[in-house]
């Protein structure tokens, strides 16, 4: 089976510190991409990172960055310098197969004045 | 920046009744897709249609759902004999091509809420 996990289901962080979300995804495919979105409180999810599973280089979007782990299958989204804005629910997806997104579970961010 | 537009963004509809929900893709996409997201758990892949066809469907994409592309725009989700455990976020995503590296665009989503 095709799974992808995210095991905090809450995270907080000072305003202007740096968070990091975890992320483990299992899958028998070789090529693939992970994904972040993001899902406001205005409920639209917004994509805000991809990493193509056979680049060795972790991609990195202004203050977002991921540290993709192959090997071990981990897909860790860094926010620096967290803004007020950052507050959301943060989904971790992989696109396997066809087309479909397999989704984890959902962290959800609270940044603290 | 083009959107996905979703309507409505809640439904209450009884037991037992159909349901249409209606998506707007981003008008150069070709690839189109339903999400269901239940309360607390995580959001699940029910279809994705291109040329006029489904390409692929999950275990709960069953004969109570169908999806069409009535015109040139519209994208719809139908829920027939409507259940309690139908009520949901229900979102519609699109895609410009097939292909792993291409992200999909989501709606707000509609709530769907079964009485």
């Known amino acids: 089976a095709q799974t992808v996990t995210q095991s905090q289901p809450e995270m907080s962080v000072q305003e202007a510190e740096t968070v990091t979300l975890s992320c483990t995804y299992d899958?028998?495919?070789?090529?693939?991409?992970l994904f972040w979105y993001k899902q406001p409180p205005s409920r639209q999810m917004i994509l805000v990172i991809r990493?193509?599973?056979?680049?060795?280089q972790n991609a990195t979007e202004n203050r977002f960055s991921v540290n993709f782990q192959k090997a071990a299958k981990s897909f860790s989204l860094k926010i620096s310098d967290s803004q007020l804005g950052d507050a959301a629910m943060y989904f971790c997806?992989?696109?396997?197969?066809?087309?479909?997104?397999?989704f984890g579970q959902g962290t959800r961010l609270t940044i603290n004045p | 920046e083009p959107e996905v537009t979703q309507t409505p963004s809640h439904q209450v509809t009884q037991m037992g009744q159909e349901v249409i929900l209606r998506c707007v893709p981003i008008?150069?996409?070709?690839?189109f897709y339903w999400y269901r997201q239940i309360l607390g758990q995580k959001v699940e892949f029910l279809v994705s249609?291109?040329?006029?066809?489904?390409?692929?469907k999950s275990e709960i994409f069953d004969d109570q759902f169908s999806v069409e592309r009535p015109d040139g725009s519209n994208f719809t989700l139908k829920i027939r004999s409507t259940k309690l455990e139908d009520s949901a976020m229900y979102f519609c995503?699109?895609?410009?091509?097939?292909?792993?590296?291409?992200?999909?665009?989501f709606g707000d989503g509609t709530r769907l809420s079964i009485l």
């Open positions: 249609f291109y040329n006029n066809e489904i390409s692929e």
């Open positions: 008008s150069n996409h070709l690839y």
């Open positions: 995503a699109s895609s410009p091509e097939r292909g792993l590296n291409q992200p999909q665009h």
């Open positions: 899958t028998s495919e070789s090529d693939y991409y």
């Open positions: 997806a992989c696109h396997l197969g066809a087309q479909k997104l397999v």
């Open positions: 990493q193509e599973a056979y680049k060795q």
